[in-house]
């Protein structure tokens, strides 16, 4: 329990939440600390006043605040949202757990009465103090945020468990033993701060003081408050907005902005996000029994690379004292050198052991606070923060993934003296592999029945020679770059299946596999030659190939069954994919062996055989958006054809085909497209910001458009402002001419503006940026539109 104490403390005030209110961004604050930390902007910046003014700036929901552009960039349509006029110009102070907050603008008025109660200065502004978004209060004030009673009951729980004597409340540094609390204020004294913020005159002379533990029961014995709409404060929740993720009450649904919303009943809704959260935890749990686990075998590797150190070292000064004349200067230099391998690996051992600890007590704190949270029996209070621990819960257990468990540095020194040079090679002398060599593993072999190319990627296999009896520890895959040019590593890994995206097309691709054990490598497989697909240049042709009459009408849906995203290793390509499946098919697969004449791909008879027209099939490309290179907020659905966010903030999403030549057409229709965001639609390099809107570093070429008018973008440069926006059910084109180097954009099947880019050259993949208001489907597999065919053939 105590490793959750962290989540049940205030980051402003650094002690144990009273009163919690949640958010927008799923934070929480005291509702004393928040009231502190209020800062009043001027009458300029209000909403109200820009409204006065005739400005034309919609009044925003509290919960879209972050959304509303306080600065103008000229006529540029681009919002900067990077704070407010009025920040503080004192400087920062720290709170006791570490985080940053801002003082008052000024020291709010004496009152007696509750901070909930207590009047709000107009155009007031919070800034949480953990994500450092920024709000401005309506007329509600603090009480337009919802109470977080479930917290309230965790924290009652975890301090009802304590056995420690009851401390003062108000102790500023070492909190001493509380001899009293107040019914009303509901806080524990000890006598000196009894006797300052509490004395027995005035309103508070009508108060009753308790004993602690007395205190401590009545707390237990309290009723639970019920939660109230925050819009309207005597009605208990009784629905649950789904699009909005949050309870309502009856009148929300009658007059409310949730009049329209999708909405569900409060209790079934409350046992699926338990369900949910649930879920989630037995995944977390399983990663931190493999945490504790992998922890015990870093403690024992110390141990062995201690032992290893001194065994080392004894038999490196046995070797050197052979040849004590001529070697006592060498000998040094080399005890130096395992000395510095020996702290290199303790180091690396001891850094992972803090880094690994850290993350599971965090992960266990999460687990023991989120189990705490699953006890409480208020839905309404649950579903109020469910969604934000089940996110945390699946982040934290990525977090965990693949490579996190494995140590960085293994116990065994394999270097051993070479004593048999002569003296004068002496100072040539360095260390060589003690371990006796073994042979090498047998050359890999290429099964050309499961290799194939699809669009501009190649999918290849090989296997071991049945008869070898030396085991391999890894496959290193090798290609050329489409020009016959030098070989370059594409994989290096255990798997015996690999495909390579980002290939040019209509490109001819040499390809090897060599194996490899800690002894050395073999020698490489035959060459074999791919050939991609051909792009729109090509001569049309109409070739007899088997193709699965079921599986034409399914060309937008990918043929493999799973996908695994590496580290890169190709420059066309920063990521590369294991796909398997138990049937593949290409429809234009061109594969021969350079060393072995004849060994051609030979394609499957009956029952089926037709004529199909390459050109009409192969001219085009088929693709989804890539999870594995998206940023972490973007949503995928659809077979990864439809994204949408999750954050209020742009994010970037690429394609998985990259393109370097032809003339490529793709389009995106809006699915949802609420309070006039202005989402992005263009290409972009692989390693292109992802938490930015697209076109604003120059790695992205864009459109970006709203509900009236659309602008280009590259390296954060706006132009071309054209009027004509999009809505609901809208349709974006993207055309790429990579024959012209020119790229054009379309809104419903109309030309928008004139030719966006010019000169575009390189290895480009479709992209698009969007934040949570906006939702869009990819169509792919297009022809180019007739009008721009026709104009480019009179060119």
């Known amino acids: 329990m105590e490793e959750m104490e962290e989540e049940l403390k205030c980051p402003v005030c650094g002690s144990f939440y009273r009163e919690p209110i949640i958010l927008p961004c799923s934070h929480n604050l005291c509702q004393a600390c928040a009231r502190n930390i209020l800062v009043q902007t001027p009458e300029s910046e209000s909403p109200q006043s820009r409204r006065a003014s005739g400005s034309g700036v919609s009044d925003y929901d509290y919960l879209d605040l972050d959304k509303m552009s306080l600065y103008s960039e000229a006529d540029s349509g681009y919002g900067s949202y990077g704070g407010f006029a009025s920040a503080p110009t004192t400087p920062c102070q720290k709170s006791p757990n570490g985080v940053r907050v801002f003082p008052p603008a000024m020291p709010p008025p004496a009152t007696h009465l509750s901070p909930a109660l207590a009047p709000v200065p107009r155009n007031s502004c919070i800034t949480c103090p953990q994500c450092h978004r920024s709000l401005i209060l309506d007329d509600r ?90 819009d309207h404060e005597l009605e208990n929740h009784s629905m649950y907005c789904v699009q909005c993720k949050m309870p309502v009450c009856y009148q929300c649904l009658e007059e409310g902005k949730h009049s329209s919303h999708e909405v569900k009943a409060l209790g079934a809704m409350w046992k699926l996000h338990k369900s949910q959260l649930s879920q989630a935890l037995n995944g977390l749990s399983d990663r931190a029994k493999e945490a504790k686990e992998f922890l015990v075998q870093l403690r024992n590797m110390v141990q062995q690379i201690q032992e290893n150190s001194v065994e080392f070292e004894a038999c490196l000064v046995a070797q050197c004292d052979a040849l004590i004349d001529a070697l006592n200067r060498r000998k040094a230099q080399l005890l130096a050198r395992v000395n510095k391998e020996h702290e290199h690996k303790l180091k690396v051992v001891r850094d992972q052991i803090s880094h690994c600890t850290v993350k599971l007590r965090q992960t266990t704190g999460l687990m023991e606070y989120c189990l705490e949270v699953i006890k409480e029996n208020d839905p309404s209070g649950f579903l109020q923060i469910s969604d934000a621990l089940i996110r945390r819960v699946h982040l934290t257990e990525d977090q965990w993934g693949k490579g996190t468990l494995t140590p960085r540095m293994t116990t065994d020194f394999d270097l051993s003296l070479d004593n ?23 050359t890999p072999i290429l099964q050309l029945e499961e290799c194939c190319t699809h669009n501009n990627s190649a999918t290849l296999s090989w296997k071991q020679p049945p008869l070898s009896t030396v085991p391999a520890e890894g496959y290193i895959l090798e290609l050329d770059d489409g020009n016959g040019g030098q070989f370059r590593e594409v994989y290096v890994g255990k798997e015996t299946m690999c495909t390579v995206d980002g290939l040019h097309f209509n490109s001819t691709y040499n390809a090897r596999i060599k194996a490899f054990n800690k002894t050395g490598v073999s020698q490489y497989s035959k060459t074999l030659v791919l050939q991609t697909s051909e792009d729109t240049d090509s001569e049309e042709q109409t070739l007899p190939f088997p193709v699965p009459s079921e599986r034409l009408p399914l060309r937008r849906m990918s043929p493999f069954s799973s996908t695994l995203n590496l580290q890169p290793s190709f420059p066309g390509r920063s990521y590369f994919d294991f796909r398997s499946s138990p049937h593949q098919l290409s429809l234009h697969s061109s594969l021969q062996s350079l060393n072995a004449p004849g060994c051609n791909f030979e394609p499957q008879s009956a029952p089926y055989t037709q004529l199909v027209d390459i050109k009409k099939l192969l001219a085009v490309a088929w693709f989804a958006f890539d999870p594995g290179s998206a940023h972490s907020d973007i949503i995928f659905s659809n077979d990864n054809l439809t994204v949408t966010c999750s954050s209020y903030d742009d994010r970037v999403v690429l394609g998985k085909t990259g393109f370097s030549k032809g003339v490529h057409y793709w389009e995106l229709t809006v699915d949802r497209y609420d309070n006039h965001p202005d989402p992005a639609f263009g290409v972009a390099r692989i390693d292109v910001m992802k938490d930015v809107m697209l076109g604003k570093d120059d790695k992205a070429w864009a459109m970006y458009v709203d509900n009236n008018r659309s602008w280009f973008m590259h390296n954060n440069s706006h132009t071309n402002r054209t009027e004509g926006g999009i809505t609901k059910g809208a349709t974006i084109g993207v055309l790429l001419d990579l024959n012209r180097k020119t790229l054009t954009f379309f809104i419903n099947d109309e030309q928008q503006g004139p030719i966006a880019f010019e000169n575009v050259e390189g290895m480009f993949f479709p992209a698009v940026s969007l934040n949570r208001n906006v939702q869009v489907t990819l169509h792919t597999g297009l022809p180019v539109p007739d009008f721009y065919s026709s104009r480019a053939s009179i060119a």
Do not use: W
């Open 141 to 230: 004030g603090l009480r337009g945020f919802p109470k977080n009673r479930v917290l309230e009951g965790v924290i009652d729980r975890y301090q009802q468990s304590k056995a420690a004597a009851l401390k003062c409340q108000l102790c500023e540094k070492a909190p001493k033993e509380a001899t009293v609390m107040c019914e009303q204020c509901d806080v524990f004294y000890c006598d000196p701060c009894r006797l300052r913020c509490h004395p027995p005159r005035g309103p508070l002379a009508k108060h009753r003081l308790v004993p602690p533990a007395q205190g401590r029961v009545s707390r237990r014995l309290s009723p639970r408050k019920v939660s109230t709409c925050t």
């Open 420 to 442: 048999s040079p002569l003296l004068q090679s002496i100072h040539q002398l360095d260390f060589v592999q003690m371990k006796a060599s073994s042979p090498v593993p047998a």
